[in-house]
């Protein structure tokens, strides 16, 4: 059969669709392994952080020098030293 411009048309078309379905499953597929890479990624790094979370350690001569104690202060301990009074 001698093909026709209604043949020909429709071999274009079907190409043309076969192409952007080929294409949509292969953007589809990159741009959602993509998304769920960096989601995988933001979630891991923000636990990663919270399992290394520092604390702030505050000293207990801190804690206690707006009281007053005296407790601290007859050891004979110079300012210079920084040892906890819990410490030997």
Request: glycine share 10%.
């Amino acid at each position: 059969p001698e093909p026709s411009l209604l043949s020909a048309a429709g071999q274009v078309m079907d190409v043309i669709l076969t192409s952007a379905v080929w294409i949509w499953l292969t953007c589809g597929s990159l741009v959602f392994f993509a998304v769920a890479g960096v989601i995988a990624g933001i979630s891991f790094n923000r636990q990663n952080k919270q399992r290394f979370d520092l604390y702030d350690i505050v000293p207990e001569e801190d804690t206690h020098a707006g009281k007053g104690d005296s407790s601290s202060q007859g050891q004979g301990r110079s300012d210079e030293d920084s040892w906890p009074s819990s410490l030997p």
